[in-house]
């Protein structure tokens, strides 16, 4: 099984930088993805950044050039850089892995291991 934590979530105003972690545990395997995806109240969860074992990244439009996700082998994290973050970037960030899944994707049925989320509150 694989164990997802994130943090880092909090509020900021618009035009300002957050990053999102999330510490994975668990077993340790070769082949995986791991993607964040955020809902805000009345909406659908949505795709955000990916990345899969081998490095390939891969970015909803919405927050192409303006968050970056990167991961930190050593210490099993996974990161979402938020930048010239806006009110519509307001939602609960989840963070998601999946271990059959292991080519980058955004569709939230690929995965099967979820974090608990954190809210991040943009205000302009």
């Known amino acids: 099984d694989v164990q997802l934590v994130e943090s880092g979530g909090g509020s900021v105003e618009a035009g300002g930088s957050l990053t999102l972690s999330c510490a994975a545990s668990?077993?340790?395997?070769?082949?995986?993805?791991m993607g964040w995806f955020r809902q805000a109240p009345g909406k659908e969860r949505e795709g955000l950044a990916t990345?899969?074992?081998?490095?390939?990244?891969a970015y909803a439009d919405s927050v192409k050039g303006r968050f970056t996700v990167l991961l930190d082998y050593e210490q099993a994290t996974l990161y979402l850089q938020m930048h010239s973050l806006k009110p519509e970037d307001t939602a609960t960030y989840y963070c998601?892995?999946?271990?059959?899944?292991?080519?980058?994707?955004?569709?939230?049925?690929?995965?099967?291991?979820w974090g608990q989320g954190t809210q991040v509150t943009v205000s302009a």
């Open positions: 998601a892995a999946d271990l059959v899944t292991v080519e980058p994707s955004l569709v939230e049925r690929e995965y099967y291991y």
């Open positions: 668990g077993r340790t395997y070769t082949n995986w993805c």
């Open positions: 990345l899969d074992s081998s490095g390939i990244t």
